[in-house]
């Protein structure tokens, strides 16, 4: 069959999806599609529309980035050593951060004054000091690079399993200005960055590029393109960016369904994809959990909101007079070191384990459009048990009573999104029965915080991922430099006679 250009798009068309089903083009759509546009239609029948400004820019990107990794062969730890340590200087430079900080200001105002969220867009000074040592931190990682993983000596030749670098990585993210210090650590492997930022953070990152990474790139003699930025609003650049088959990687940070549309755009253009959409850990008090200590871990677990927060707890149904007060205490403790009330979902069956007044009685919840007074307690359904709460600065979880570990485990499994598990117990097998059955990449047995790169590992962390679509081959969840590279086989002969 010969293909052809789609140059028009008539309403009523007939688009297949799966290969056995079709969704149907709308006028909106078809009104809105022009010669050099593309579509791409998703397993839940959404068709995304990716128009050519975007698709080009998109695909300038990935041209600069894939010139440079062509070059990256041959650059050498020490160029990579004074990219990072220039970066962050200028990072850490008041002069250089000035234009920085003045457009970062602009971002943050422009997006509460449209009701969205900023606690991950505003660059203070712990989310500057944050990428600042990040960037200082792939100065001291070393490649693998090089690195000889295994040899095997035959009769006239000697075969090396060689460690090397990857190719072109893509990273899109929300309105997160610090990843592009994580993100840039893929430098370190030899490997090139292409990174599309959200809309609201969009002045922030071009100030980055012009004022610290461009200049820091120019230093260290590292080639053009090297770290390239996607400079489009649209969320269709992402789309197209993820839909380009030269890439090698696929980065998708941000929230749940638009990190669910990229991983779906990237798998249809074959790339391989680290995703973390949905966030929020679990926690779970069984019979035989310590109070004091569940009362430790939940609290340092509600410090803020970012993907490793608390988000769903559950207590052990014959201990909940004594464990469901210690977890209120330890939820209003969170929101009141926060100057601010928290917010508690319990399940609609367990509604009496909390004092009836929490459904009585009005608080200032904190929200991105603003303070807003809602009940402090509200019940929820069982199939909203895989909500994760996106709170500002009032803490928000859900509460439900289980009969036992087992229950909890398999609610687990069902419902939340298979990130973080924590399991408060004194029964050792009660932590090898969670380990066995939870079906998650990180575990723990304490505050649910611990699950990130820097923190854990000690090493600048590039994405987490989520087991929302199947385990992950070869690899833990926590993404870091050493993770993006590739095995090549090399031979050397030394009897020239050998054949086979």
């Not at 993100?183 to 012009?210: K, M, P, W, Y």
């Not at 090698?248 to 369904?257: F, P, Q, T, W």
């Amino acid at each position: 069959m010969e293909l052809h250009p789609l140059t028009e798009l008539a309403a009523g068309t007939r688009l297949v999806v799966g290969g056995d089903r079709v969704v149907i083009v709308d006028d909106d759509l078809a009104a809105a599609f022009s010669p050099g546009d593309a579509v791409l239609p998703l397993s839940d029948g959404t068709v995304l529309h990716l128009p050519a400004s975007q698709r080009e820019a998109a695909r300038q990107g990935v041209d600069a980035a894939t010139r440079a990794f062509d070059a990256m062969g041959r650059v050498d730890d020490a160029q990579l050593d004074r990219f990072y340590t220039a970066f962050a200087d200028r990072l850490e430079d008041e002069r250089s951060f000035e234009p920085i900080a003045v457009a970062n200001a602009t971002d943050v105002g422009a997006a509460r004054a449209a009701g969205r969220s900023t606690t991950r867009l505003e660059l203070d000074d712990t989310m500057r000091a944050g990428m600042v040592d990040g960037l200082r931190g792939w100065v001291e990682r070393r490649s693998p690079r090089g690195e000889i993983r295994r040899s095997l000596d035959h009769d006239g030749w000697r075969l090396e399993e060689v460690v090397d670098r990857l190719g072109v990585v893509a990273f899109v993210f929300e309105g997160r200005p610090n990843v592009f210090a994580d993100a840039c650590g893929v430098l370190r492997g030899g490997n090139t960055v292409v990174f599309r930022i959200g809309s609201d953070a969009l002045a922030t990152a071009r100030a980055i590029v012009e004022h610290a990474l461009d200049p820091a790139l120019a230093a260290a003699g590292l080639p053009a393109g090297a770290a390239t930025l996607v400079d489009a609003p649209s969320r269709a650049a992402g789309w197209a960016l993820f839909s380009d088959p030269r890439l090698a990687l696929a980065v998708a940070r941000g929230s749940g369904e638009a990190v669910r549309q990229l991983s779906e755009v990237a798998q249809q253009a074959g790339n391989d994809v680290s995703a973390h959409g949905t966030g929020g850990a679990w926690m779970v008090a069984t019979a035989h959990a310590d109070a004091q200590r569940f009362a430790a871990v939940a609290h340092a677990s509600l410090d803020r909101k970012v993907c490793n927060t608390l988000n769903t707890c559950a207590i052990a149904r014959d201990r909940a007079d004594e464990l469901v007060p210690v977890f209120l205490d330890a939820l209003d403790r969170a929101g009141a070191d926060r100057g601010t009330a928290a917010k508690l979902h319990v399940l609609e069956r367990d509604r009496d384990a909390v004092p009836r007044e929490r459904y009585t009685t009005s608080a200032t919840i904190d929200r991105a459009e603003g303070a807003i007074e809602e009940p402090q307690a509200e019940t929820l359904t069982e199939a909203q048990l895989a909500v994760e709460w996106e709170w500002e600065d009032s803490p928000e979880v859900t509460l439900l009573l289980v009969d036992g570990l087992d229950e909890a485990v398999g609610l687990f499994n069902r419902y939340s999104p298979r990130f973080a598990l924590s399991v408060v117990s004194e029964d050792p097998d009660e932590h090898e029965r969670a380990f066995a059955d939870a079906d998650a990449p990180y575990v723990g047995d304490g505050f649910t915080r611990w699950v990130d790169g820097q923190y854990a590992l000690g090493t600048p962390e590039l994405g987490l991922s989520n087991w929302e679509r199947g385990r992950l081959f070869g690899r833990s969840g926590i993404l870091s430099g050493a993770s993006i590279h590739t095995l090549r086989l090399r031979a050397a002969q030394s009897d020239p006679t050998v054949h086979r």
